[in-house]
Structures are given as structure tokens and as C-alpha cells.
């Protein structure tokens, strides 16, 4: 027995999500099916809004829904520092550690040659701009302990040397080669409490 089509693109649409392979996709399948219309219909809604109303925060590229983010917009968030992220989940866990209430900027990638990935692929540009702007003191840069995090980090250290700004980087404890999403918070603030400057 095969599936009908239309189950068949809902399981073919599953297995595109990450972590997902044919059982789960299968499953999950399987169970939209049991769930009321009022709640495919919210699912399906959802999926729409993300795609047509999720955009770019000018100031930081975080997510958001309008020119610029919550925290960009935090009056009550410490303006002269900034922590540089790859991605925004990486924001979403600093902001649960509770351990930093500075800015944020997110640079997208990593600088990774064999993957394709050049200096000039991450989002770096507008960072002396904010510097400038703001008259930010502190640089925090806070990437995965890999040979891809850390030419990243020396790479914006380069970029801005000539800035008049301390840079810093969490401090080792974070295992090396370990993805910053599997990090507990405990050992974040104490890598974040105990950053070394880069000389």
C-alpha cells in the first residue's frame, strides 16, 4: 500500500525540516490528519506569516516583524556593548542566561573556505557604523570553539583594530568543536563572566 499524493508531498514537505527523516516525516503526516481544522488552519496560517512578515532587523539582523527589533529598540539596554553571534537562536540563549544586557549583531555565517564561506559573506559591514554611533566600549564576541569560530573571531578582531574598542572573547570551558545551541547556561555565564580580551 502507498500513501495518497497529497500525503505523500506532506511527508516529502517534513523531511526538508532538519532532524526529520522518513518515520518522523511519516508520523507527523499521519497526525495532521487527527488534528481539528482550526488548528491546521493556524498551522498553515503560521507558516504563511513567517514567510511574509519575518524580516531583518536593520540595526542588528535579528528576526523581526518591523524595521527593527525589541531589544535594538530596549531603551533600557546597555548601548556601549556589543555581542557579535552567528545566528539568532544564539541571541535566544543569551537573552535566557541572564547573564548580558547589551546589544546584539549578527553576522549570519562563519568564515569557512572550504564551505565557500568568504570574510565577505558574513554581515560585518555596519558594525564600525554602530561603533561610531553608539560610542560602543566593548566588542563581545561570543562563536562556536572551531577552527571556523576562531578565524571568525580573528578576522573581526582585524577588521577592527584600528577602532578604539576593547575586544573580547568568551572565555575557554565551552568544549572545543561543541555547537553553541547544546550549551547549559550555567557554563555560558561563566565563559561570558570570565571573556578574555583579544590582544
Do not use: W
Not at 22 to 41: C, P, W, Y
Not at 87 to 101: L, P
Request: hydrophobic share 35%.
Amino acid at each position: 500500500m502507498t500513501y495518497p499524493p497529497t500525503i505523500k508531498n506532506l511527508i516529502e514537505c517534513f523531511k526538508k525540516l532538519p532532524g526529520i527523516g522518513e518515520k518522523s516525516a511519516e508520523r507527523l503526516a499521519l497526525h495532521i490528519l487527527k488534528l481539528d481544522d482550526e488548528i491546521v488552519n493556524l498551522f498553515s496560517q503560521s507558516l504563511m506569516d513567517s514567510k511574509s512578515k519575518i524580516k531583518r532587523c536593520k540595526i542588528c539582523n535579528n528576526l523581526t516583524e518591523n524595521e527593527k527589533c525589541d531589544l535594538c529598540l530596549d531603551e533600557s539596554r546597555n548601548k556601549k556593548a556589543i555581542c557579535i553571534v552567528e545566528d539568532v537562536k544564539n541571541i535566544i540563549m543569551m537573552e535566557k542566561s541572564n547573564v548580558y544586557n547589551g546589544q546584539y549583531h549578527v553576522i549570519g555565517k562563519l568564515i569557512s573556505p572550504l564551505e565557500g564561506v568568504n570574510p565577505s559573506d558574513i554581515n560585518i559591514s555596519t558594525l564600525k557604523s554602530r561603533i561610531e554611533k553608539d560610542n560602543v566600549q566593548e566588542i563581545i564576541i561570543v562563536l562556536k570553539q572551531s577552527i571556523e569560530g576562531e578565524t571568525t573571531t580573528l578576522y573581526i578582531s582585524k577588521f577592527l583594530e584600528k577602532m578604539n574598542v576593547k575586544i573580547s572573547k568568551i572565555a575557554q570551558g565551552i568544549p572545543h568543536g561543541t555547537d553553541m545551541d547544546y550549551i547549559d547556561y550555567l557554563t555560558l555565564e561563566t565563559a561570558i563572566e570570565n571573556r578574555k580580551e583579544i590582544s
